[in-house]
């Protein structure tokens, strides 16, 4: 049922600045993840759709490319060809990506 959807975190699901929010039985559909700016979370190269929910951020990427600056309320969609990514700041982001794994009909 409709409790197998929640999923309840701690803490120490944060300690690298990025915890799933979805059951793992979402994977196939897509990546969604809370994101803690605060600890300086970096990725690879994925297209995501970021959203801010509390703060401001800043999205790096590249090494001569100045940040994106995002505040509470902004939304930014991060292409693959960006590589990989940081994101710093004080903001609590949710990070919107593809499936992990293709769903099977």
């Known amino acids: 049922g409709l409790e197998a959807l929640v999923v309840r975190r701690d803490e120490s699901d944060t300690a690298t600045g990025r915890a799933s929010i979805l059951p793992s039985e979402a994977s196939s559909y897509f990546g969604l993840e809370l994101v803690r700016a605060a600890l300086s979370p970096t ?45 710093r700041g004080d903001a609590e982001l949710i990070r919107c990506t593809p499936p992990t794994t293709p769903a099977t009909p």
């Open 43 to 87: 990725f690879p190269a994925q297209f995501a759709v970021l959203v801010v929910l509390d703060g401001h951020a800043a999205l790096e990427w590249g090494v001569e490319r100045p940040p994106l600056r995002l505040v509470r309320g902004e939304a930014a969609l991060v292409p693959f060809a960006a590589g990989p990514t940081t994101i």
